[in-house]
């Protein structure tokens, strides 16, 4: 992870665990009439929420000084906690400490925010839309995920399958009404 990809004009960066969480981000500030680029805000994935603090010490007050936000997931916030900490962005932080910072965790990932967001019934017809309804019905009938609530069937279909995370995290964000948007997606977006 280096600098050298941000544009000259950036003044602020979201800090993403991975491709999908930006995707989303970026196709709902298109939802919301916002044109990052233009606003000098750039979505930058870590790789991983082991990343956050090289990441902090890099585009925060020790490295570029610019505007942070970010988002996690729920079994990545102990990680993002110590690294706000190890910056100096706060010490002995809850999770209402890391909101007013602009850092918001999703329960328990992004895909399981939109797929609640949506709805299950819903969140099934985008992947019928876009024409993955035969390896969803495949994997439904594995016998592991047979029976199980459909929404735990969707989350693990849209985790497998090599680039499925980061294609659907567009369709899902654009398939929502904007008033259901997820409180942490929508949360990371305004803070910038």
């Known amino acids: 992870m280096d600098a050298a990809h941000l544009a000259d004009d950036v003044r602020a960066v979201v ?23 233009e606003e000098g805000v750039s979505v930058v994935p870590i790789g991983g929420a082991q990343a956050i603090r090289g990441a902090l010490d890099l585009y925060g007050p020790p490295g570029l000084d610019l505007g942070l936000a970010g988002l996690c997931d729920a079994g990545e916030e102990r990680s993002f906690l110590r690294g706000l900490e190890r910056s100096g962005l706060g010490t002995d932080l809850t999770r209402d400490d890391m909101e007013r910072l602009g850092f918001f965790v999703c329960n328990a990932d992004l895909e399981d925010e939109l797929i609640r967001a949506l709805g299950a019934d819903a969140a099934e017809r985008v992947v019928e839309d876009h024409g993955d309804i ?3 019905r495949t994997l439904q009938k594995q016998p592991e995920w047979r029976g199980r609530p459909t ?3 969707l989350r ?5 399958g090599g680039r499925r995370k980061i294609r659907y995290a567009r369709f899902l964000v654009e398939a929502l009404e904007l008033d259901r948007v997820p409180r ?3 949360g990371v977006l305004a803070h910038v």
């Open 156 to 160: 693990r279909f849209f985790g497998s």
């Open 15 to 37: 800090l993403v665990e991975g491709l999908s969480d930006r995707v989303a981000v970026e196709a709902l500030a298109v939802r919301r009439g916002r044109d990052l680029a």
């Open 184 to 186: 942490p997606l929508d």
């Open 151 to 153: 929404h735990e069937q």
């Open 134 to 136: 035969g390896p969803f």
